[in-house]
């Protein structure tokens, strides 16, 4: 049985500033989801949210880029727009850049991450929400889960990984898309992933066909869009797991080093990206440290079955403290890079003002 499972998120409201989503706002998603669950438009659904992002898991029988399942997260995200602005939450509506729907969230403001499966007799579903990050943040960690042995024992051990994966990488400026297969070339595949702002890996397809899809991450670039900064782009991921594809085990080792992503407060500096459970999804210090949260479960005929906080957990405990340490690391560095980004990535500035100011001022 085919199955599809979109996650599409938008940052429509917080409290206080850009902290955390106000929960009355995510019971009232709940209550909108349960509707459509109902009217069977979909078939399941969770609401959960990362940081100042509201993030909607759904399952139908409808396939991707689907206009009733699109603009069922469209008008989702509207109606608490403006529950937000009545509420006086903070950025209310934030990420809804268009006022009227055009048969799909992209380009409109939320991001998005989907995949359409043939549902094996037992199929675990990994979901990965970031805050106060970028798409590119993905990158590493995917790129370990999927092929870097040292991470994902399977690749050399299981027969069933042996062969590798395949890699389809966005270059998120021209929206263009590269296929490369690993491990023969994987040196291609870090040659662009390495640099995250630029090249983002969007799809990871199993080299059996009878498996398919392994991995989709929302590479929705919100400057780019709105041609101006409107909201860092926080991204989304959903991997599959076991039995031919990594172990959850493999999966969630991927979020254990507390690489450094761009982001951070005002979208500007870099940080340690800090896997937390739900519990302690909120942005707090310098509006941070940016933060992943994850879901697992177990998915048949569409219901999700058993859902679990996958980073409520002690062994992550280590890689929060040193999050921490990085963090306060990074922080001593001020407005010098590298702890502030470099000038093309940063999403606020003040320079052009100050060198208008300055102009005349500058000597041979
Ligand atoms: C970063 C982020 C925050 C804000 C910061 C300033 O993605 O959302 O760090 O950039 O709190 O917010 P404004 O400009 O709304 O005062
Ligand atoms: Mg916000
Ligand atoms: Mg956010």
Known sequence: MKTTISLIKADI???????????????????????????????????????????????????????????????????LGTEARNIGLYGAGQDLLKDTFSGNVKGMGPGCAEMEIEERPAEP???????????????????????????????????????????????????KFLDLSCPNEMYDLLALVGAPSKYVIKHVYSKNPELGIAASISTDKLALIAGKYVGKDDPVAIVRSQSGFPAVGEIVEAFTLGHLVSGWMRGSHRGPLMPVPLEYSQCVRFDGPP??????????????????????????????????????????????????????????????????KFEGRFRE
């Open 291 to 356: 933060r992943v949260v994850g879901l697992g479960f177990q998915l048949k005929n569409g219901k999700i079955i058993g859902a679990v906080d996958l980073f409520d957990d002690l062994s992550f405990d280590s890689t929060r403290e040193k999050c921490n340490e990085i963090a306060e690391y990074m922080r001593r560095h001020g407005p010098f890079e590298p702890g502030r980004l470099p000038l093309s990535e940063m999403e606020y500035t003040t320079l052009p003002d100050v060198l208008k």
């Open 125 to 175: 579903i990994l979901v990965f929400a970031m805050d106060k990050t970028e798409p590119g943040a993905f990158n590493y960690p995917i790129f370990q889960m999927f092929a870097n042995p040292f991470n994902t024992a399977g690749l050399i051990i299981d027969p069933k990984l042996h062969d590798g994966f395949n890699f389809s990488v966005m270059d998120v400026f021209k929206n």
């Open 13 to 79: 409201g917080s409290s206080p500033g850009h902290v955390t989503v106000y929960e009355p706002l995510m019971t009232l998603a709940e209550e909108l989801m349960e509707k459509a669950k109902d009217e069977n438009t979909i078939t399941d659904f969770l609401v959960f949210n990362a940081g100042d992002d509201t993030e909607l898991l759904m399952t139908h029988n409808k396939g991707v880029d689907n206009a009733e399942i699109h603009k069922l997260a469209w008008d989702t995200f509207m109606k």
